[in-house]
């Protein structure tokens, strides 16, 4: 495992590699699997915090599902809250939806609407479909029935087609 660990870090070290992203989560996989959590956790801190690397998104959720492992939850959040307000950053609904379940995984469930609605609100970063789906379910959960059905209203004006959503509102009024 050690040898294997080594050769990525050279791989990783040697810039010109290609798919950096894809080195620094395989060896923080294999670090994980010896036992070396911290380590893994670190490595994808450094992958994200690499100036040149594309695709970071995989890094941040990769290194958010370890803090969770690793009981440090708030961390992850933290992290996750960084890289949504990074410039060019990628993925933004993935990262949006991982950060709100991490919020409701440690009692944050407000947090977790608000900063849905931020995402949403106004948002230019994709289908957010599921957003919608996702702060609509933390509403109603929080009593919050039909703000919720507003908000899925609203979802479907703008996703007509969205499948997912037209079945959850109907489920919700």
Do not use: W
């Not at 010109?16 to 994980?32: G, P, R, V």
């Amino acid at each position: 495992m050690d040898d294997a660990i080594g050769i990525l870090k050279k791989g990783i070290a040697d810039k010109s590699a290609h798919n950096q992203a894809y080195l620094y989560q395989t060896c923080s996989e294999l670090l994980e699997k010896s036992g070396r959590l911290n380590d893994a956790i670190e490595m994808l801190k450094k992958g994200i915090n690499a100036p040149a690397l594309t695709n970071k998104v995989v890094l941040f959720q990769a290194c958010v599902k370890l803090l969770k492992k690793a009981d440090r939850t708030p961390e992850g959040i933290e992290l996750i809250e960084k890289a949504i307000h990074l410039p060019g950053m990628t993925g933004l609904v993935i990262l949006y939806r991982t950060c709100a379940e991490l919020m409701v995984s440690v009692g944050r469930q407000q947090d977790a609407v608000q900063l849905l609605y931020k995402a949403i609100d106004g948002s230019k970063i994709g289908n957010l479909a599921s957003l919608y789906q996702l702060c609509a379910n933390l509403m109603i959960s929080a009593g919050q029935r039909e703000e919720a059905i507003s908000l899925l209203k609203k979802g479907i004006l703008v996703y007509p087609r969205d499948k997912d959503l037209k079945s959850f509102y109907e489920k919700a009024a």
